[in-house]
């Protein structure tokens, strides 16, 4: 008997059968003399039972049916199973993929930050062993690196406002 077990795999089991069997009997005589024979046939217990073939197919095929419902019912089984399996493999996947993109980019992101901190760091190293200074002006926001002059303390541009001036703010790159 074919079955699925708890793995879903088809397994084959054994099963308690009641069934009838069948005996069929011959007999053989030599030619003319069976008519003879046939008044002992009765005595012998044989009997042709009307239906029984049409009955015994009908029972033969009834197994079978719900034998092959069985199968379909348990392939259904195995192919919903293997679809939901399928489904959360992709699902899983997909996190996996998520995941490993915004991890990629945090990366970046942080790569990114730690150059422009390299690069601003060497920058002010430039600028300190070149002699200068890295300069604000407050008023338009421009950004420039000047010269240090001995003995100036800090340089001053022409204001926006005229007849004013702006002093430059240093600052790190």
Avoid: C
């Amino acid at each position: 008997m074919v079955g699925s077990g708890r793995s879903g795999i088809l397994q084959t089991n054994w099963d308690h059968r009641i069934g009838t069997d069948t005996n069929v009997r011959a007999m053989r005589a030599p030619e003319g003399s069976l008519d003879a024979l046939m008044a002992l046939v009765p005595e012998l217990g044989a009997a042709e039972v009307p239906g029984y073939s049409e009955f015994v197919m009908a029972i033969k095929q009834k197994a079978f049916q719900q034998a092959q419902g069985i199968a379909q019912k348990s392939f259904q089984g195995l192919m919903d199973k293997a679809h939901m399996d399928a489904q959360q493999l992709s699902d899983e996947h997909n996190r996996y993929m998520t995941a490993t993109q915004e991890q990629y980019a945090r990366q970046r992101t942080q790569f990114a930050h730690a150059i422009d901190v390299k690069d601003r760091n060497n920058q002010n190293f430039v600028d300190y062993a070149a002699n200068q200074t890295y300069y604000l002006n407050p008023e338009t926001g421009g950004r420039g690196t000047l010269p240090d002059i001995p003995g100036a303390a800090r340089y001053a541009v022409p204001s926006t406002t005229p007849g004013w001036w702006v002093q430059l703010q240093p600052i790190l790159h």
